[in-house]
Nanobody, 116 residues
Framework: QVQLLESGGGLVQAGGSLRLSCAASGIPFTDSAMAWYRWAPREGAREWVASISPSGTTDYLDSVKGRFTISRDNARDTMYLQIDDLNPEDTADYYC?????????WGQGTLVTVSS
């Protein structure tokens, strides 16, 4: 059974940090390019945030470069997103899935709320 389980979100003040985790099961994680996405109310749509290839090559949305760091632990089928210097515009539900096309059922996401 495919499952993507996101965790690590919370309420933080602007300038704070969080580390999000994505635990995957039932998918070929080691061979999959993975990504973090977020759904922000102000956007009304899910947007791609960062991605990481099976070998560890990373890419980021311009607005998060220098503040977000994506990583993965293939031995644990887990992906991470270190988020530093948070700002209110980062407030969103964060999800993980494959990339370039999200092909797995979406998880519940983890909510990040940044107060100014």
């Amino acid at each position: 059974q495919v499952q993507l389980l996101e965790s690590g979100g919370g309420l933080v003040q602007a300038g704070g940090s969080l580390r999000l985790s994505c635990a995957a099961s039932g998918i070929p994680f080691t061979d999959s390019a993975m990504a973090w996405y977020r759904w922000a109310p102000r956007e009304g749509a899910r947007e791609w945030v960062a991605s990481i290839s099976p070998s560890g090559t990373t890419d980021y949305l311009d607005s998060v470069k220098g503040r977000f760091t994506i990583s993965r632990d293939n031995a644990r089928d887990t992906m991470y997103l270190q988020i530093d210097d948070l700002n209110p515009e980062d407030t969103a539900d964060y999800y993980c899935n494959s990339t370039p096309q999200p092909q797995w059922p979406w998880g519940q996401g983890t909510l990040v709320t940044v107060s100014s």
